[in-house]
Each structure stands twice: as structure tokens, then as C-alpha cells.
């Protein structure tokens, strides 16, 4: 099938699903990989997951990021993750990585394909998690700051063991492990770097005299206000791609730069003309098709032995909400929000596919066990804003809303 006919039906059959989800009171990101599972080998077979598929999916990613990015602030990120948040992350990472290596330890599975599977179960994707929080409009919550924070340091601690492991020579040994940790390290530490010290170089801005939104208003009237729109892109793709040569997924890098853009720097009518931009092209269009293409990615009859498939999808399920909702407790939230950021580390989505994919191309893991690992994906994804709804959201508002 042709690519734009493809593309057509993907969006319409996604779009359509995720309203009538909508409609009834669910999420609509749930419909939108629903159209994927129908559309794609486990129902229908009529489109099938390919390379151009892929990067229009890695382009609405890039919008989602840049999309809650603009939303958020950078501080407030830093802050939940630097502070009490840091055990919420810890937890979030070594509790499902040690669940996930149990359960490869217990169908005696070879060290490499264990080492994969307690990672997959460890990540929390997060341009699945700011998409979740913006359909419900928590972006400014604590939830958001800790879940945001958690899914930031389980997506960076997890590249950086795949880092390792892709460094390592056939034979390993110590040497060779400590010289792959060491050069992986260092990226790291780069890519910090250069996020804090733009950070600083951008608030000692207006100390000299310089205010950004009389930079940027000056800018609309040279090029016109959709040139600034396509500035702000290309500073975040930028981001983005310091990050990919570093060796971390352009996501993590993408975020970060659209986190630095402060509403503070527009005028407040700019910066609802660059929201409503990024929301039209985001949920009307390319949101749907990245949801809808993580449906395409699973394929049911790949599926062996079922009784593994099911254990790992209930370990990865527990893990992650029991760590966020301990992480919770641990820093004192209340027993909503707390369960509410263990409910919303549990999507993995893109990150985990990413993780399972290169695993799957170097012969890290072999096909049985990719297709659970793209199940899991699909699964915690679907699961998360429908459980978050059911019992997090009443428990939300009831404590929001004022006293009698």
C-alpha cells in the first residue's frame, strides 16, 4: 500500500477511535493505538509497520516533546528531580530492572536477553507520559514534575546501560567494561553540562539589560510570526541532535530544549498563538499517528510461551506502580498523587521500543522475546490513562475542589 494511503487511513481510523473513546468519557490516546492494533498484523493486516511510517511517528514525537516542553517549567523539572524526587526516580529504575532480571533468572534466560528484559520493564517513556498528563490537563501538578522527572532519569539511566553494553567488545572483560562505562559517563556529564549552562547563560539575560520577549516580538516583525515558530523548532531539533551524537535518543535532548523556553520570553498572545500551533498539529494530526504506530507494532502471533508473555506483563505492571506509589509515600505526598505517579511511570511506549529494537537488530534478544517486549509496550501504554482515570482522577478532583 502506498505510503499517503497509509498515512491517510492511519489518521482517519485513529482519529476516529480516539473520539469515540472521547466521547465516552476515556482517553483518546487509547482509540488512537487501538486504530493501530485493528490496522495492523494482529487484526486487519492491511498496514504494517515500515521506515517511512517510522519517522513521520519520530517527527510527532519531536512535536509532542517540544508541545510540553513549552508548558512546563525548567526549574520546576529540576527541582523534582534534584530534591525529594530523586528517590521517586531511583525507585522507578531499580525495582522493575531487578523485577524484570527475576523473571529472566527464572525461565533461565541468557544474561544479555535478562539485562534487555529488566531494562524494557524499567523504562518510562516520556513523550507517552507528557501526552498522558496533557490530555488531562496536569502539566502544572506535582504528579507531572515527579512523573516528568522519574521518566527523564529512567530514560537516561537506561541509554546509559545500552551505551555500555553496545561498547563492549566480544569478549569482554573488566578493562573493557570500565572504559565503556567511563566513555558513556562522560557524554553524559557533557550533555548536563550544556543544558544547565544555557539555562544560566538565559537568566543572566535580563541582568545585562535584555529582554527575550522584545527580542522575539522584534524577530515576528522582521520574518512574521510563523518564522518564529520555526526558530523555536529548530533550537529544540538542535538540542535534539546534540543529544543523538552523544548517544541518547534525540527525545532526551528535545525535551530539554524546549524546557529552557520560558513562557516568560514572548508577549502572552504570542505565546497562545505558538500554543495553539503546536496543539492543532499535535492532536489533530501527528498525535494520533505516533499512538496509532505503536499499535502497528504489535503482532500477536509472535507471542511465546504465553505463560511468560503473562508474567512479564504483570511484573512490569506491579514494578512500576509499586515504585512510584513507594516513591510517593517515601517523600510524604498524599495516597492519590503518589499512586497517581506510579500509575503513569507505568507507559513505556516509544522509549521501550527503541530499547527492544536495537536489542532485536544486534541479536541481543531474538524475535519471541522482542514481540513480548512490544506487547509490554503497547499494553502499559494503553492501561495507564485508563487506570489513572478510574482511580486517580476522581480522588484529584475531590481534593481540589473547595470545602463547603
Known amino acids: ?42 487484526a486487519l493486516n492491511l498496514i504494517h509497520a515500515n521506515a517511512a511510517l517510522a519517522s ?11 508541545s510540553a516542553g513549552l508548558e512546563m517549567n525548567f526549574k520546576d523539572v529540576f527541582n523534582a528531580l534534584f530534591s525529594r524526587g ?7 529504575f531499580v525495582l522493575p530492572f531487578a523485577a524484570g532480571a527475576a523473571v529472566g533468572a527464572a ?5 544479555m536477553r535478562t539485562v534487555f528484559l529488566g531494562l524494557c520493564v524499567s523504562i518510562t517513556a516520556l513523550p507517552v507520559t507528557v501526552r498522558i498528563l496533557q490530555s488531562f490537563n496536569l502539566l ?12 527523564i532519569f529512567n530514560d537516561v539511566a537506561a541509554l546509559l546501560v545500552l551505551g555500555v553494553i553496545l561498547n563492549l567488545p566480544e569478549q569482554p572483560s573488566l578493562r573493557a567494561i570500565a572504559v565503556s562505562v567511563f566513555g558513556t559517563g562522560w557524554k553524559l556529564v557533557a550533555l548536563g553540562a550544556l543544558i544547565l549552562g544555557f539555562n544560566w547563560q538565559l537568566e543572566q539575560l ?78 489533530g494530526f501527528l498525535g494520533p499517528v505516533f499512538f496509532a504506530y505503536l499499535g502497528l507494532e504489535f503482532d500477536i502471533d509472535a507471542l511465546r ?3 511468560f508473555v503473562f508474567v512479564v506483563l504483570a511484573i512490569s505492571i506491579v514494578s512500576k506502580v509499586l515504585a512510584g506509589w513507594l516513591g510517593g509515600l517515601i517523600i510524604q505526598l ?34 519471541g522475546l522482542f514481540s513480548t517486549l512490544v506487547l509490554m509496550g503497547v499494553v502499559t501504554t494503553m492501561i495507564t490513562p485508563l487506570l489513572f482515570r478510574r482511580w486517580i482522577l476522581p480522588n484529584i478532583e475531590k481534593e481540589s475542589a473547595p470545602s463547603p
Open 140 to 151: 502544572n501538578s506535582d504528579i507531572a514534575r515527579y512523573s516528568v522527572a522519574t521518566a
Open 206 to 283: 535580563p541582568k545585562r539589560g535584555i529582554h527575550i520577549e522584545k527580542v522575539s516580538e522584534k524577530l515576528v516583525e522582521i520574518v512574521g510570526g510563523e518564522a518564529l515558530f520555526g526558530i523555536l523548532a529548530l533550537f529544540v531539533l538542535g538540542f535534539g541532535s546534540i543529544s543523538e551524537m552523544l548517544g541518547f535518543h534525540f527525545v532526551i535532548g528535545a525535551f530539554f530544549g524546549a524546557l529552557l523556553i520560558d513562557r516568560k520570553f514572548f508577549l502572552a498572545s504570542r505565546y497562545h498563538e505558538l500554543d495553539l500551533t503546536l496543539r492543532s498539529l499535535t492532536e
Open 86 to 92: 530523586i528517590v521517586i526516580a531511583i525507585l522507578g
Open 56 to 66: 513521520i511517528s519520530e517527527f510527532a514525537v519531536f512535536l509532542v516533546v517540544l
Open 305 to 307: 510461551p504465553l505463560g
Open 1 to 42: 500500500m502506498p505510503l499517503l494511503t497509509s498515512l491517510l487511513i492511519l489518521i482517519v481510523a485513529a482519529r476516529l477511535l480516539g473520539q469515540i473513546f472521547q466521547r465516552y468519557g476515556q482517553p483518546s490516546i487509547v482509540g488512537e493505538m487501538l486504530a493501530g492494533v485493528l490496522l495492523g498484523p494482529s
Open 107 to 111: 525461565f533461565q534466560l541468557d544474561v
Open 334 to 367: 498524599p495516597q492519590a498523587e503518589a499512586l497517581g505517579i506510579g500509575i503513569i511511570l507505568n507507559g513505556r511506549g516509544v522509549m521501550e521500543l527503541v530499547i527492544a529494537s536495537i536489542a532485536y537488530e544486534r541479536g541481543f534478544i531474538n524475535q
